[in-house]
């Protein structure tokens, strides 16, 4: 299994509603990344998990909070957020944080808040 | 600070025809330089990697990029256009902070 598989592809929300973005990979990696992309914009990191512990936070909002619950999987929990939030959240892995053999990206979730 | 810059935000070319996409870097130690592309609505794909073992590296799809020190340059060619190279196409450096930074990326058209 050589892929990230993110969940769901699609997501609309309103400003009050809670939501999980799912990110899931069997590939033995133990780095895992969230990037947050807007349209014809490269994409910004938000997150770095290494061996399941967060060791980069991008000053991103606590509406937004990533969980790593095993080495395989990876989740964004959203909360109250705002309509300029709306973006393509994508997840990465690489073998490990500090390799250098490159990342291997998840199709993304499409997120439109309303 | 490591940062990359990618020279034309859009680059048309005739199928058939040489691709090159310009990138250039800012790093005080030696880089570590990645090629990726987007095709619309998808994630990104490693194209190529340049880790100090060679100064031209070879990737998929047919792409290859040399890396040049004295011109701090990194820039992605392929010899002979085909429609499906139609993408955007992002250069980036790991930083000494182990953060992979983007460029701000450059969209190929291939005219039939």
């Known amino acids: 299994d050589t892929e990230v598989t993110q969940t769901p592809k699609h997501l609309v929300m309103g400003m009050t509603n809670k939501k999980s973005l799912k990110c899931e990979q069997h590939m033995g990696h133990r780095a895992m990344y969230w990037y947050k992309q807007k349209a014809k914009k490269p994409p910004e990191l938000m997150f770095v998990?290494?061996?399941?512990?967060?060791?980069i936070n991008e000053s991103v909002p606590s509406r937004f909070s990533p969980e790593c619950p095993n080495s395989s999987l990876l989740n964004l929990h959203l909360h109250a957020l705002q309509p300029e939030d709306s973006a393509l959240y994508l997840c990465a892995s690489s073998v490990t944080g500090s390799d250098y053999y490159g990342y291997t990206f998840g199709s993304g979730t499409r997120l439109t808040v309303v | 600070a490591q940062s990359v810059t990618q020279l034309g935000s859009h680059v048309s070319v005739s199928e058939g025809a040489l691709v090159l996409l310009r990138c250039n870097y800012s790093s005080s130690v030696p880089p570590y330089l990645f090629w990726y592309v987007q095709y619309p609505n998808q994630g990104l794909q490693l194209l190529l990697k340049y880790t100090s073992a060679a100064t031209l590296v070879k990737g998929i799809n047919g792409f290859e990029a040399e890396f040049k020190k004295s011109e701090t340059s990194f820039h992605l060619t392929k010899p002979s256009a085909h429609m499906s190279d139609a993408a955007e196409y992002f250069c980036a450096v790991k930083t000494s902070y182990d953060k992979v930074i983007f460029g701000p990326g450059t969209s190929l058209s291939v005219i039939p």
């Open positions: 998990y290494s061996y399941e512990k967060l060791s």
